[in-house]
């Protein structure tokens, strides 16, 4: 079986069935509501919202639930998307990238963040937002809460500033792998990824985790982040020319870390 493939997928999702891990949406986790061994299952619909909803189909199938966090952007945003996701049972949050469309002005920024949450509101309920980070912008859209509260607009928190890093395991299937924060531009769990890999929690490939998932070493609370825009394909031809671009991709990130370009 090929990794990244919905095939590979779906094993993931029996194994952590089968090892009696729970499921969390952030909200829920932010609640107090994740127990006993759990995965956070938080998704960025970054590009083919389609894509998002055939993994949001096959968790509910599965009585399975996470949150997908969607972008304003006119060609990402589709309502019937979001408003099916949300009523198959997951959560819906706001992937903001506000200072990124406003050109680095935090105040322009924070309005756009506003409108676009109210936009998001009046289709689903919305009680978490995460930031869309493009490894090509020079703005990080999370600068906008060091002068401004999202708390204010009712949301309870946004993954990279309310998750307990020294208590949850954290995964990204950046790049198709899951140690891509080695060429990952601004990973802030960063610092904690060293500690994880001195306990001996690195994972390449997606078998990796299933072995270790039945071997019983995986670690009882995590977080993953999936992007199912397009990288998890079936189909042959579409699977090669996602490798592909990856490479190329990852390539140009090593290059921006190494002369560290963005400063
Ligand atoms: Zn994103």
Redesign the pocket.
């Known amino acids: 079986m090929r990794d990244f493939t919905m095939g590979a997928y779906r094993l993931l999702l029996e194994t952590w069935i089968a090892q009696g891990y729970n499921f969390q949406t952030y909200r829920s986790y932010l609640q107090g509501g994740a127990t006993g061994k759990f995965v956070i299952l938080r998704h960025?619909?970054?590009t083919t919202p389609e894509k998002s909803l055939e993994f949001a189909r096959i968790q509910a199938k599965a009585g399975v639930y996470g949150t997908y966090?969607f972008?304003a952007v006119p060609c990402r945003w589709n309502e019937r998307i979001i408003r099916e996701i949300h009523e198959l049972g997951h959560e819906v949050g706001y992937?903001y990238?506000s200072l990124t469309t406003c050109k680095g002005d935090v105040d322009k920024a924070y309005i756009d963040f506003k409108q676009n949450l109210e936009r998001l509101r009046k289709l689903v309920p919305v009680h978490t937002v995460?930031?869309?980070?493009?490894p090509r912008s020079p703005y990080d859209s999370k600068d906008i809460w060091t002068k401004y509260d999202y708390r204010k607009s009712g949301i309870l928190g946004e993954p990279y500033l309310s998750t307990d890093f020294s208590q949850i395991f954290y995964l990204t299937d950046t790049g198709r792998q899951w140690d891509g924060y080695r060429v990952s531009v601004r990973d802030k769990v960063m610092a904690f990824q060293r500690e994880w890999e001195k306990r001996g929690w690195c994972y390449h490939s997606t078998f990796e985790i299933i072995d270790a998932l039945e071997q019983g070493i995986f670690p009882d609370r995590a977080m993953f982040t999936f992007?199912p825009s397009g990288r998890w394909a079936d189909n042959y031809r579409v699977w090669c020319t996602n490798c592909l671009q990856q490479l190329i991709k990852n390539g140009v990130k090593r290059v921006i870390v190494k002369y560290d370009l963005w400063r």
Do not use: L, T
């Open positions: 960025d619909v970054d966090y972008r992937h990238e995460c930031m869309h980070g493009s992007h």
